[in-house]
């Protein structure tokens, strides 16, 4: 088997879904180039996968309805970009693609109080989907936990769901010698993990023929590079963002998120270099002026070498 193989063979049995891709190739090849790319940049982008012109633009109309993608005109011509309202949820997703893992436990957990007749049933549904996408569990009626909770990004949640001032938020720790269940099963009561350690042993499955693939074979060329890139943070990201981030103490062991972390990471060494010239001579075509990497572009998966 050799890499176009393995591309092609990715590509008839798991095809990405188009908008997904597009969400997926606007974090990890356009925001490090300025975030802006023009319509014709993004279908060349995207042609290599088999989404067609008439695909990607239903995509990228309906990621701008959805308050994802904001349009500009120049002319005849069109140009995308991540709105500004949807850019710290974007940013936050794709920060912990690519951060290391090594979250660990201080011994405290993070409460959200919702009460009994604060907030309304559509209120408390979307608190309720949002902490969820943010690996909060549900420890009793209207509570809701985290032993490693962004106090920055509860805010912004809480903030964006209309409901900052109507719960309370507190922080808790255990009291010595008052409990004595083992802390493994709170955790599996509150987090199913079988579903993400499943992801995990699932991508590293795909994805590792192709480290084997890509350590024996010459240097890349552009475009292939960029298509494994992109499958790589697609299917990554497709795990990655339904783990609930729990602190290292607190995760079985061995936790294949370990093992999925440093294979994606492998891969992207291998390809990012090659992958970005392919991307640079896309974006050229209609962009004359289109800006390098920048730097935080190069601190992806630990630093980029």
């Not at 500004?84 to 959200?112: K, N, Q």
């Not at 060329?221 to 960029?226: D, G, N, S």
Request: net charge negative; with cysteine.
């Amino acid at each position: 088997m050799t890499c176009n193989d393995w591309i092609a063979h990715f590509l008839a049995n798991d095809p990405p879904r188009s908008k997904s891709l597009v969400v997926t190739i606007f974090g990890d090849a356009i925001v490090p180039h300025g975030g802006l790319v023009w319509l014709g940049s993004l279908i060349n982008l995207l042609e290599p996968f088999g989404v067609n012109d008439r695909l990607l633009r239903t995509s990228v109309f309906r990621l701008a309805q959805e308050g994802w993608l904001g349009a500009q005109r120049d002319g005849r011509r069109s140009s995308y970009s991540i709105t500004p309202e949807a850019m710290a949820r974007f940013s936050r997703a794709y920060r912990r693609i690519y951060a290391p893992l090594t979250l660990h436990w201080d011994g405290t957990w993070t409460l959200v109080l919702s009460g009994a007749g604060n907030i309304g049933a559509a209120e408390r549904a979307a608190l309720r989907k949002e902490l969820l996408w943010e690996g909060y569990s549900v420890v009793a009626p209207g509570v809701f936990s985290h032993p490693a909770a962004d106090a920055q990004v509860l805010e912004q949640l809480l903030t964006r769901t209309g409901v900052k001032d109507k719960l309370f938020v507190c922080q808790a720790s255990a009291l010595p010698g008052a409990g004595g269940r083992p802390l493994r099963e709170l955790v599996e009561d509150g987090w199913d993990l079988s579903a993400v350690v499943a992801g995990y042993e699932g991508f590293t499955a795909q994805f590792q023929p192709l480290l084997a693939l890509l350590q024996g074979a010459p240097a890349l060329e552009p475009q292939q590079a960029f298509i494994i890139r992109s499958l790589l943070v697609h299917a990554y990201r497709r795990v990655q963002l339904h783990d609930p981030q729990l602190p290292v103490e607190l995760l079985p062991e061995p936790w294949p998120g370990a093992q999925a972390y440093e294979l994606a990471r492998a891969i992207y060494q291998l390809s990012y270099a090659p992958a970005e010239q392919y991307i640079m001579a896309t974006l050229h075509r209609e962009d004359e002026l289109a800006a390098e990497a920048d730097a935080s572009f190069y601190q992806r998966f630990g630093g980029l070498h």
